[in-house]
């Protein structure tokens, strides 16, 4: 597309050239724009590897511990791994062991479980680390777009009374100009809002699995428990 030039020639009105063309608000808000659309794409990147790697290390640590017995181990079985299921039976052998001969076998579980809840929330916050980014981006980009066109259009409307024409080839470059911080502002939304809810559903599926980690961390925790009350019972008992 082609607009007029100052000495009356023609040059092609291209995205590059309205953007060099535009005010230096117009310009500010599309660069702006322009880096919070590269942001959501390195957080889509960033979080997806980290979303990959922790489900599948996780997956793999409860795997693992399908069969153990014991909060012992069930840590042997990990091989002294980090994770969060490793917080938590760490977390679960603390307990046991600080309380062993001062506490019900109730008050154990139920501070063991306020010791999980800890921990699963932190790895939620964790966890989502981004999202808030993301949010603020979809909601808000399409408004800094936005203003970033009524200003050109206001620059534009300007230029009309100064010019004292209504010719549309003069009008329409300036309102292109405009609208195309619009257009950015869609751009940079878009995808942020589609990025936010896809990681939203992950997100959700991963905690899913941090729930399962704290239960059977909590089920381990009650076997220790009952074997060494029935233990306790068997030695009264002789």
């Known amino acids: 597309m082609l607009r007029p030039t100052s000495t009356g020639g023609l040059r ?19 660069i702006g724009l322009a880096f919070a659309s590269l942001v959501t794409w390195t957080i889509f990147i960033a979080k997806m590897i980290e979303l990959t790697l922790i ?12 069969g153990a017995r014991s909060l012992a181990e069930a840590q042997f079985a990990l091989g ?30 139920e501070r063991a479980a306020s010791s999980f809840a800890e921990i699963v ?4 916050r964790r966890i989502r680390l981004g999202m ?55 751009v940079a939304a878009i995808p942020a809002v589609i990025i936010y809810n896809h990681f939203s559903r992950v997100t959700k599926t991963y905690l899913e699995l941090v729930n399962r980690a704290s239960g059977a961390a909590g089920r381990l925790l009650s076997r220790d428990l009952d ?11 002789e």
């Open 80 to 109: 002294g791994k980090e994770g969060v299921l490793a917080s938590l039976l760490a977390a679960a052998m603390r307990e046991g062991r600080l309380s062993a001969g001062i506490s019900s076998d109730a008050g154990i579980k």
């Open 55 to 66: 489900r599948r290390k996780l997956s793999t640590a409860l795997s693992k511990i399908n």
């Open 132 to 186: 808030g980014l993301l949010a603020t981006i979809g909601a808000t980009s399409p408004f800094v777009g936005l203003f970033g066109t009524v200003w050109g259009i206001m620059n534009s409307f300007i230029g009309i009374s100064k010019s004292q024409t209504t010719n549309l080839a003069v009008v329409a470059p300036g309102i292109a100009e405009a609208l195309l911080a619009t257009a950015i502002g869609l």
């Open 227 to 237: 074997r060494t009350h029935g233990g306790s019972h068997s030695r009264a008992a």
């Open 121 to 124: 929330r932190a790895e939620a």
């Open 12 to 30: 092609e009105l291209s995205p590059w050239s309205m953007f060099l063309s535009a005010d230096v608000i117009v310009k500010a808000v599309m």
